[in-house]
């Protein structure tokens, strides 16, 4: 492809190592194309960090998915802070938030 395309890559950020690795190989599809990291929010492990341990052992699992998230967040930051076109959605709302950001970027001339 010869002319400028939006390249989307639609994503679920499982761990860090999967994070950086997709940091170290983006830069390769961006030349002369625009490329798009879309995640995917886990909204199981977003509800289990957001509850309220009844136990030991829950406390210690929702301590694991709050770190898990706070790296996800810190990595995806981290893309961004290095100029990659990061957006973070949930499932149910993804259709909207991918047409709406095509519509920033069209609007910004960057295709």
Do not use: C
């Not at 136990?55 to 290095?82: G, I, P």
């Not at 990659?84 to 920033?104: M, R």
């Amino acid at each position: 492809q010869r002319k400028r395309a939006l390249v989307i890559l639609l994503t679920h950020a499982l761990d860090e190592h999967h994070l950086r690795s997709l940091g170290r190989y983006a830069p390769s599809l961006t030349s002369p194309h625009l490329l798009l990291l879309v995640f995917l929010s886990d909204v199981a492990l977003a509800e289990l960090a957001s509850r309220v341990p009844g136990s030991e052992v829950e406390a210690f699992q929702v301590a694991a998915a709050a770190e898990m998230l706070n790296a996800q967040r810190r990595r995806v930051r981290e893309l961004r802070d290095a100029g990659a076109l990061v957006l973070d959605a949930s499932p149910a709302e993804i259709s909207s938030v991918l047409v709406n950001e095509y519509l920033e970027l069209k609007a910004g001339h960057l295709l």
